[in-house]
């Protein structure tokens, strides 16, 4: 496997104050890893490597220790995994592996790396790092799966699962994900999306719209107004707000 594919050479750490995070992202295509410091700002380059092909949590695992090597010291780690989670053990993985159920995945982390961690899902972590703190804010991720996080004034509301929620015949991943967008093709699932905007629009009241995730690239419309599109680094940026609950 290549060793890291990081996009330049990572900045050093030691110079952040503490308390240093390090944001993990698990995505079905890529992991990724960035250091923040403590008012959530990026404290390296950020670092990503393929997802194994079978994406176990011991392969998963395995992978996360090259990843995080060149980065450097931290103290403290927040994971956004794709798939419901509930204190810090993962329930679903539907684009990663069965062996994620009932996986006490922080647990794992803690001991292995020998530092506090929290996991929390990819697109409640996303939202973290996008949302304004102002009325009802929704985020919808477009990568391999379709992730949804709802949060009003800033709070989150925790377990909402819109991508394998039915939606026409199948469910909104199924058009919206990335088996969606292959099988449909971008002008479709273009079309789809919007579709998508303006329903999640009526069911939710939301206030603001950010559309995140790796395939927001493909959009090739004018979002309506109170949508936005937030960079690749927001599924990091938010790991820090994991700390701030409880
Ligand atoms: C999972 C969600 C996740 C999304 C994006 C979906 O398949 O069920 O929990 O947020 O993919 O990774």
């Known amino acids: 496997m290549t060793a890291n594919a990081a996009t330049s050479s990572p900045a050093p750490s030691a110079s952040a104050k503490s308390p240093v995070t390090l944001a993990i992202d698990i995505g079905g295509t890529g992991l990724k890893a960035m250091l923040l410091d403590p008012s959530g700002k990026p404290a390296s380059e950020r670092q990503r490597i393929e997802t194994p092909a079978v994406p176990t949590p011991k392969a998963v695992l395995a992978v996360l220790d090259d990843l995080i090597k060149p980065l450097g010291k931290f103290d403290r780690v927040s994971v956004g ?28 982390l803690t001991k292995r790396w020998k530092k506090p961690a929290r996991v929390a899902n990819d697109a409640s972590v996303q939202g973290y790092g996008a949302v304004q703190g102002d009325g ?11 992730g949804s996080a709802l949060f009003t004034d800033g709070k ?4 909402l699962e ?7 015949k199948k469910t909104y991943e199924d058009y919206l994900g990335k088996r969606g967008l292959e099988k449909h093709g971008k002008k479709q699932w273009n079309e ?7 329903q999640t629009e009526k069911l939710f009241n939301w206030d603001h719209l950010y559309l995140g995730g790796g395939n927001t690239k493909k959009i090739e419309f ?15 940026l938010g790991g820090v707000a994991l700390w701030r609950d409880k």
């Open 81 to 108: 995994f794709p798939g419901v989670t509930k204190k810090g053990i993962t329930y679903t993985a539907v684009n990663l592996h069965p062996d994620w159920m009932n996986f006490h995945f922080q647990e794992e």
């Open 136 to 146: 009802v804010e929704l985020i919808l991720t477009l990568g391999t799966g379709l």
């Open 156 to 159: 989150l509301c925790p377990g």
């Open 162 to 168: 819109l991508g394998h929620h039915p939606w026409k």
């Open 192 to 198: 789809h999306l919007q579709e998508a905007i303006a």
């Open 222 to 236: 004018t979002p309506p107004q109170n949508v936005a599109i937030v960079s690749n680094e927001a599924g990091l």
